[in-house]
């Protein structure tokens, strides 16, 4: 039987309830993160908590502390039977249940969620993309934030795999390289990692943040940029990045094979010493 966490209560997944009123619900009012875990503990939670503290800051509402949060994180891990396999955590923060209309209530209560689930089937060793034909708002406020307003990226992966492949690639108002719908997007050419810079748009992703520290330690030099799509076009490889998929060979924009069309060296290596340090 599966449990989840509903504000301070682990369920079973039948019995779990949130209002009908709730903000996250109705309007999409709230964040999220999603998480991996192996061996009973979630990777970069410090990381995942930052990143939902500062979107909560953003918006405008209290999180529950982030001690709490953790603890309960774990606690649907264990009760799951998850703690010696490898997982994916969901972790839900809406502003809770509010009075009718756009105006949040003056003293929120969030409502918490968390689910965790078997990572069961193997992850893909490669994936493409296409380029999707709507843009992706850099000047939005939502920019950078992880919130429960994912309909341009639920269009985007729809488009994707209607045209046969895994990920659709944002570009941004100004038609640079911004990120997939739920990754962030890096090349490699010659020695140097690139990726499109905050500016543009993408979410700071914890596996984002990781490729460009392991960069140094692999003799990559980093540019972080506004980049046309005709990057790819020269790069000898590609990866996206996300928590789950870790560094995801990417082999194919559009009609076009990236570098040599397969898994390259650089992923190769970073999925090595990704490995490494979830291990460690
Ligand atoms: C839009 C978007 N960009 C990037 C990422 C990668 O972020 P992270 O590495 O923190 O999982 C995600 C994760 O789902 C995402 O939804």
Not at 214 to 227: D, N, P, Q
């Amino acid at each position: 039987m599966s449990f989840v966490h509903v504000n301070g209560e682990l369920l079973p997944e039948q019995n779990a309830r949130i209002s009908v009123h709730d903000r996250g619900f109705l309007l999409g009012d709230g964040l999220f993160e999603t998480m991996r875990a192996a061996g009973g503990r979630v990777l970069h939670l410090d990381q995942h908590l930052a990143r939902l503290s500062r979107g909560a800051a953003v918006l405008g509402f209290e999180l529950p502390p982030q001690a709490g949060l953790a603890d309960a994180v774990h606690s649907t891990l264990a009760a799951n039977d998850l703690a010696s396999r490898e997982a994916v955590v969901r972790l839900t923060v809406s502003r809770g249940v509010g009075p009718r209309g756009l105006g949040p209530p003056l003293r929120p209560s969030p409502t918490v969620v968390i689910i965790a689930a078997p990572l069961t089937a193997p992850l893909p060793v490669q994936q493409t993309a296409i380029t999707l034909p709507f843009r992706l708002d850099a000047a939005s406020p939502l920019v950078g934030l992880k919130t429960l307003n994912y309909l341009p990226q639920i269009l985007g992966r729809q488009a994707a795999l209607a045209a046969g492949a895994d990920e659709g690639i944002f570009l941004n108002h100004a038609d640079a390289l911004v990120e997939g719908c739920a990754s962030n997007l890096f090349w490699v050419r010659g020695n140097l990692l690139c990726t499109p810079d905050l500016t543009c748009g993408p979410l700071p992703g914890i596996t984002r943040a990781i490729a460009l520290t392991l960069a140094s330690t692999l003799g990559l030099s980093v540019r972080e940029g506004a980049f046309a799509r005709s990057a790819l076009a020269e790069a000898d490889e590609a990866f996206l990045t996300n928590s789950v998929l870790g560094f995801m060979p990417l082999t194919r924009l559009d009609d076009r094979a990236i570098g040599q069309g397969k898994p390259g060296s650089v992923t190769a290596r970073l999925q090595a010493a990704l490995q490494q340090m979830a291990a460690a």
